[in-house]
Structures are given as structure tokens and as C-alpha cells.
């Protein structure tokens, strides 16, 4: 078992550009999350998927934040344009569909935006 | 879903028992206690979690009291790579969908 991974582990760019930031779930996990970690604001749950279903993006911060799950081994979450402010550690989980399965985590993304 | 409140640090020294206390006294009767940790630079991990009674696993021991207002999370042997961000959630059983993680307990292990 692989675990979640999560690539790139760092990215570094200028305000303005796009960046994409994807994630392989555990073969079999149902459900995938993006959640956003930074001092301020701890960790903060963006977007949840259930087979490849977007079921809550209540957390997306704005429209510049976009998330999609094209088959059950993948999910990418994009900025577009990306901001100082998005910089942040981005991590995904994953689970499976049981009662009270637990969240496995990624290694997260380290995004920089000067 | 109940709030969770947490001392922001603590310290142990290593091989001694660290005891995290989580006070949630608006839990509900169909909430769960879940610990999470998240050691410096890792993605969160999965500890442990239960609903009234007390739970064990081989990372660490659940605590419940019996009104269910606050509860224990027991590493019984803390090392050094125990040090870490301790989170304790309560959420609806069931589907863990959208777990809140509030700012937790940094345990520190000390030699």
C-alpha cells in the first residue's frame, strides 16, 4: 500500500500563474478530500469527493479554486489565478465508504506564491 | 457537531505515559471521538476514536468518561517520535465526512 501521494511536494510561482496540484488516492478509498493548512487558519477542509461526486466544495475559497476527480485514481485541485495569500500546504485523504473509516493523508503540496 | 477544546501544549518526558485531555461537553449522543496527529511536515494521521467506551489500540488508549463530556487520549510509553500536534474531533458516526480539526495539543517528548 502506497498511501496517498500527493505531487508535486513543493511548487514555487509567481502571482498570476496557474498551478495544478494532483493526488493518487488508496486503490479502493471512496471518498477523497482537499484540505488547506496554514498558520493563521489551521487546517481547512476545501472539497470532498464520493465516487469521483464533488459532495461539498462549501470550503473552495473563491472561484479561482477549482477541483476535479476524472476517474477513482485521480484528483487535482487548480488555482487559476494563484495569490500570495493561497500559499499553504495543500494536503489530500482519502478513505473508504465504511462507517467511521479513518482519514489516511498525503504528504502534502508546499505551495509558494510570491 | 460538538467543539473540542484543547490545552495548546504540553510536555513529557520519554518513556513516561503522556496523557492528552479534550474537553467536548456539547457532544451528543451519536458523536465520536476521533484522534488525529500530525507530526512536523507529515500529513495528518489517524490515531484512534470511540463513542462512550474506552478504546485501545497499538498506538494508544481512548478515555471516555462516563457523561462523555471530555475525554483521555493515553500514549502509555511516549518516545521521541511522539512529539507531534495531538487533534481530538467529535463528529456524527457514521461517515467521517468532513472532519473539523481545531488547533489541537503540541506534545512535546523530551529525552
Known amino acids: 500500500d502506497a498511501g496517498v501521494i500527493q505531487s508535486p511536494r513543493h511548487e514555487v510561482t509567481e502571482m498570476g500563474q496557474e498551478v495544478t496540484l494532483r493526488c493518487k488516492p488508496i486503490?479502493?478509498?471512496?471518498?477523497l478530500f482537499w484540505y488547506r493548512q496554514t498558520m493563521m487558519r489551521g487546517l481547512e477542509l476545501l472539497i470532498y469527493f464520493n465516487n469521483n461526486v464533488p459532495i461539498d466544495d462549501s470550503g473552495m475559497p473563491e472561484d479561482r479554486f477549482s477541483a476535479k476527480m476524472p476517474n477513482a485514481s485521480f484528483s487535482t485541485l487548480k488555482i487559476q489565478p494563484s495569490e500570495p495569500r493561497d500559499s499553504a500546504v495543500y494536503f489530500c485523504?482519502?478513505?473508504?465508504?465504511?462507517?467511521?473509516?479513518?482519514?489516511?493523508f498525503g504528504n502534502g503540496t508546499r505551495l509558494t506564491v510570491t | 457537531d460538538a467543539k473540542t477544546t484543547q490545552p495548546p501544549s504540553m510536555d513529557c518526558a520519554e518513556g513516561r505515559a503522556a496523557n492528552l485531555p479534550c474537553n467536548h461537553s456539547?457532544?451528543?449522543?451519536?458523536?465520536?471521538v476521533y484522534w488525529y496527529r500530525q507530526i512536523h511536515s507529515q500529513g495528518p494521521q489517524y490515531i484512534i476514536h470511540?463513542?462512550?467506551n474506552n478504546e485501545t489500540n497499538e498506538m494508544a488508549s481512548l478515555i471516555i468518561t462516563e457523561d462523555r463530556k471530555s475525554s483521555t487520549l493515553i500514549l502509555p510509553h511516549a518516545t521521541l517520535r511522539d512529539t507531534a500536534v495531538y487533534y481530538c474531533i467529535v463528529r456524527v458516526g457514521g461517515n467521517t465526512d468532513k472532519l473539523i480539526f481545531g488547533t489541537g495539543t503540541r506534545l512535546q517528548v523530551f529525552p
Open positions: 486503490s479502493g478509498h471512496d471518498y
Open positions: 470511540g463513542l462512550k
Open positions: 485523504a482519502s478513505r473508504t465508504g465504511t462507517a467511521n473509516s479513518p482519514l489516511h
Open positions: 456539547t457532544i451528543s449522543g451519536n458523536e465520536y
